[in-house]
Each structure stands twice: as structure tokens, then as C-alpha cells.
């Protein structure tokens, strides 16, 4: 298949499974995927921004509003909670994807988690600055407040990963999300309570979440002391270079990180983690094309352009990319685990076809 036709392919699946009131399913041939993530959503969003088609973020970031209007009152409470140091069960936070139609997903899942919040502060100011759009902040200035202080509050938590697994951790992977919402929106909108916020999440990450001169995939608070829970990489910490920019591309730390991941987790494709088991822990589409984002602000066009025809090679005949791929796995007896249990790897992916797009337009 050649770039544009998958290029074009992309936009129509995207589009083709967002729900009229804006959510994107995750996978719609996948049931447990049949929800839409506020974090894989919004990189489908700003995905649809780069290629032209606002119309679909600015759905999207509605009905993220709509979701969150009438978490007011739960977020006081939470917060109250949190200034009269009472304990406050898992359960009590919000979500982490939502039903189609806006309802809350009362599922069995590891639901306390920030990124997306974070993430879509970011996406959002985004999609604004892309469109011109200022008044959209007015207009969902309701559920932005909301996002803002739970998110100011609840930063440091211990909550799950991006990949729904260990919530007795803080991953810096997360808080990059909530830096890059706080500080984004806090830029656009000259608030010093955000910035200077973003700037201690900043801190705490150059502090607390650098081991042997790397980012690490997580911490933990022991005796009042941060340190390294698990102290191997994982991808997603290239997203503290790119888009959230807690450090440059090119800082000695990001560097060191970025050496481990490809000399842990690189074959042609990019995995998660080295413990990863969920399907065999083989190669992630979204995390190539994020590999080779971050390749590209570095300046290396020719591995950039390496992944994404990697990426490419992965469609099948009607154009849809897998979440991942086992042609390299970690685990091969926990794939047939998988596939006994949920069947299939999830295909299409929503998020494997935004992060593609978001490389294609990088590199165009």
C-alpha cells in the first residue's frame, strides 16, 4: 500500500468510527476496545487537526466537554478529601474512557488514570491554536476548569500507566500528560498558577524520576522519599520529549533514555516494556511512529522515514493497522494466552492510524 492511499484510508476509518456526538471508539471490531479514551482521542484529534479535518477534533473536544460538565461536584468532593488528608478509594476518581455516547464505563478496569486529562488539555489548546478557535475555550470553559483542578490537586497520585497496569506508581510518562496540558493551556491563556504548577511537575521528573542518568518507567514514595519502582525503560517516555517537551529531543537525559529503549526494545518496531506480556509484548505501531517522531526533531529524517514505511507494511488488504504486531515478542507462550482469551490483537486501532498520520505530516 502506498502512503497516500493510507494516508486516506486512515482519515476515512477515523472518521467512519467516531460517534455522532464526537467520541472515537478505540476499535470497533474489538469488544474490549469499544470505548473512547480521553488520551488515545485526543492524539486521534490532533491527528485529524494535521490532516485538515478540525471539524472532527472540534467533536471530539466537545464531547470530551460534555463528558466532564457534570463532574463538578465530584471533583469538590475529591478535593475536599484531599485538603482534610482523607483517604480516598480508587473508585472515587474519574474515569479513564467513557461510552460512546458520553455515559461513565462502570467496567471492571484500571479506571484512575491522568494522562488523558492532561492530554487533553494539551490537544485542545491545540486544536485552538491550529484553528484560531479562542471562543471554543469560553464555550467549554465549564469542563476546563474541572480538568484543571482535579488535575492541580491530584498530579502526584500513585494511578495506572498508559497501558492500564500499575497504579501503586507514579510514571513520568503520565505526568509529562499533565505538565503538557497545564503548561500549554497556562501559555495560551497567560495564567501563572498553571505555569508555575507545570514548572514544579517539571521538577519533580528531573528530580525524582532520573536513574543512572535516564528516565525511568516509574516511581514510588517510600518513607517520604521518591525513588525508582521499576527502574527499566518504557516507550512512552518519549512522549516527555515529544509533543509534552519536558526536556528537548536532544537533552543528554532523553538521549540515554531514548539508547535504552532501542538497545531493550527496538526490532523494526518499538515495544512497551521489557516485562510486557499482554500478547506476547510484540511490536506497537503508535510507539514506531513515536520513535520516529522524536527521530525526526532530532533531525534523522532517514529513520523517521524507515518507520513509517515499517508502519505502512503493517496495513492489511482493506488498509487497517493492528495495535501491534508479533513478528518479534517478548513472551510467544502469553500470546496464545491472549488470543484464548480476547481473541485477535485489536485491528483497526484508532490510535496506530493518528500516530501514523502524525509521522506522515511530520515528515511531509
Partial sequence: ??????????ISIIKGNQHPRGGYIASPLFPPYAYSWLRDGTFIAHAMDRTGETDSSALFHRWVAGVLKNKRSRVDALVHKHNNKEWIDRSEFL?????????????EWGHFQLDGYGAWLWGLTEHVKTTGNKEMLNELRESIEITVDYLMTFWHYPNFDCWEEFPDYVHPATLACVYGGLKALGELEQRPQLLEKASMIKNFILSNCVYEDRFVKSVH????????????????????????????????IMRKTVQMIESELKHEGIQRY???RYYGGGEWLLLTAWYGWYQKELGNREEAQRCLEWIISKADHL???????PDELREPSAYSEWLGKWGEPALPLLWSHAMFLVLSDSLA
Fill in 1 to 10: 500500500m502506498q502512503r497516500e492511499q493510507l494516508i486516506n484510508h486512515s
Fill in 221 to 252: 514514595c517510600l518513607d517520604e522519599i521518591w525513588k525508582p519502582a521499576l527502574t527499566g525503560v518504557d516507550a512512552s517516555l518519549l512522549w516527555l520529549a515529544v509533543p509534552f517537551g519536558v526536556c528537548e529531543a536532544d537533552d543528554p
Fill in 319 to 325: 488498509g487497517r493497522l493492528p495495535e501491534q504486531v
Fill in 274 to 276: 521489557v516485562e510486557d
Fill in 95 to 107: 474515569g479513564t474512557r467513557y461510552h460512546l455516547d458520553g455515559r461513565d464505563d462502570v467496567s
